[in-house]
Each structure stands twice: as structure tokens, then as C-alpha cells.
């Protein structure tokens, strides 16, 4: 092997390096499906503890239920937002015909699942990742809580 054939392997091999490196600082960034479900959970049990006006600022405005790119949204049945721990400007707002780019109704997929399941996922919609600040894939696991639902989504990049 000569030595422009060693350093040719090198860089391949650093190359490689690197790019494993960024891939797993990538998920490291990114937050769980697990994650995302112990979020809802927290936040359920947090607005039984304190109320729902308590709750829903501390969502929007505080820093205890935000983590990389995971963050709480509560919705009333109606598509209403109530509570928005990305963007405080939605709450308030009826999104119930609020579309993703493939023209997909994402609220009214919240408000469907809620309804008829309780609880679950709802997969397959993009979403602004407020990390990349890019259109990513989204999931949402929600649960109902009285006549609101209480989410957090994971990015699927």
C-alpha cells in the first residue's frame, strides 16, 4: 500500500467516523416515542395537581415541560388550541382546519382519536420542527382529559 492509498483509507475512515457521530448527536438531539408518552403523562398528572390554567402557562411559557424538540400542546375537543409549548402565538386559536403540506387535517386527527380511543398515536402528518426549523415527519401520542386532549409529538426526520 503506498502512501497515498494509506491516507485515501484514512479519510474514508474518518469520513465514516464523523458521519456516525453526527447521525447519533442526531437522535441524541431528537426526543422518544417513550420520552414523548412520559411528557403526557407528567403533564396530565400536572394539570390534576394545579389546574388547567396553572398547566396550561406553564406549557406555553415555562421551561419544565420543554425538552429538545419534545413539548406539550393541549387541545379542547372543538380544535381549540389551549396550550402550546413551540409556538404561544396558536394558543387561543380554533386550528381545527389547520393542514400539514400534504393537505392532511392534523387537529381534527387529534380530536378524532381522542374521541373515539382516549389515548394513542397519530402518525403520518409533517409538522415544523422547532430544533431544525424544518418541515419534518411527525407522530402525536395524546390523551384525553375531560373535554381536552394533551399531547407531544416526536419528529421523524
Aim: aromatic share 8%.
Amino acid at each position: 500500500m503506498n502512501l497515498f492509498s494509506a491516507a485515501k483509507q484514512l479519510l474514508k475512515i474518518t469520513l465514516l467516523g464523523l458521519t456516525l457521530a453526527v447521525s447519533s448527536a442526531h437522535a441524541a438531539e431528537a426526543g422518544s416515542a417513550a420520552e414523548a408518552e412520559a411528557m403526557v403523562k407528567k403533564a396530565v398528572a400536572f394539570i390534576k395537581a394545579n389546574g388547567a390554567d396553572k398547566s396550561y402557562e406553564e406549557f406555553t411559557n415555562g421551561k419544565s415541560f420543554k425538552d429538545r424538540d419534545l413539548y406539550i400542546v393541549v387541545y379542547d375537543l372543538n380544535g381549540k388550541n389551549l396550550a402550546q409549548g413551540a409556538n404561544p402565538k396558536l394558543v387561543g386559536k380554533d386550528l381545527i382546519g389547520l393542514k400539514d403540506p400534504d393537505g392532511k387535517l392534523i387537529i381534527q386527527l387529534f380530536v378524532e382519536l381522542a374521541k373515539t380511543k382516549g389515548k394513542g398515536w397519530v402518525e403520518g402528518y409533517k409538522f415544523l420542527n422547532p430544533v431544525s426549523q424544518k418541515i419534518e415527519g411527525k407522530a402525536m401520542y395524546l390523551e384525553r382529559l375531560g373535554d381536552t386532549l394533551v399531547g407531544c409529538g416526536i419528529y421523524k426526520s
